[in-house]
């Protein structure tokens, strides 16, 4: 059970949620030409109980998109050591975290996913969307991730072990996610690793499908929408891996070929 402090609340964003604004919109517009009848029929001593049942309907109508929209986007609660998601009772700890980013490929800006799917040490693979949060909701989740992990395994890969990231279809992601059950528990997502590429990173070279290449050779980086580039010295393209791909704990990726990559 947890019983945390917890460092940050994160909550549906109602301000981007145009069709709950439109409702709301759309209920006080019913509710002031049905009022305005409702008052005529008092006045003539027609009272309808029908003008009250839509009333009471139009009432009702934003709270029912409210609650339907909070099931959908639960609270997200930050903790120094992790974070949880709706009614998870325990914390899905940065330091055995595995996630996802899948993507829009139209978006060219740093940071634009569409959703997270992620899996601690003992849960199983679930998927936050992140269309209705605040922009900035899950900066916090990408800085104590690397936070709790950059050190440990960088040092660890400078004593001479390895890193390996899975490379990931995101078609084939997306639709293992569009299968989910109702709990939101994503089957089959360990297939899918299987049969995935790998990048591996050590700290004298780098394996991008299936090919060594030395840092000191070759010149590897991230691009701003997320793409990963292998060039030669002479600034020959080797090899791209695009957006339509997603990669394995991707800020942790990024930080670690940002450190290794020398020229």
Known sequence: MNQKKVKKIETLDINSTILFKCTILISLLLISVLGFF????ILKNTFSWVI????STSLLLPLCLYLILLKKYPTIKYYDEGFTVGNEKDINTYSDLEYFYTK??????ENKFLSIIYKSKTGSWKEIKIKRYRKTAFDLFQEDYLKSNYNRILKSIQRGNSESFYVVNQKKLKKVVAKSNKSNSISNVKELL???????I???YIIISNGMYKWNDYRVYQSISGTII???L???TLKVIEKDFSLHRENLLSALIEKFNVN
């Open 230 to 232: 292998l060039k030669d």
């Open 234 to 236: 002479r600034d020959n």
């Open 38 to 41: 409702l008052y005529e029929s």
């Open 104 to 109: 829009n490929k139209n978006k060219i800006l």
């Open 52 to 55: 009250i049942i839509i009333m």
């Open 202 to 204: 050590t700290s004298e």
């Open 194 to 200: 299987k049969t995935s590429e790998r990048l591996i």
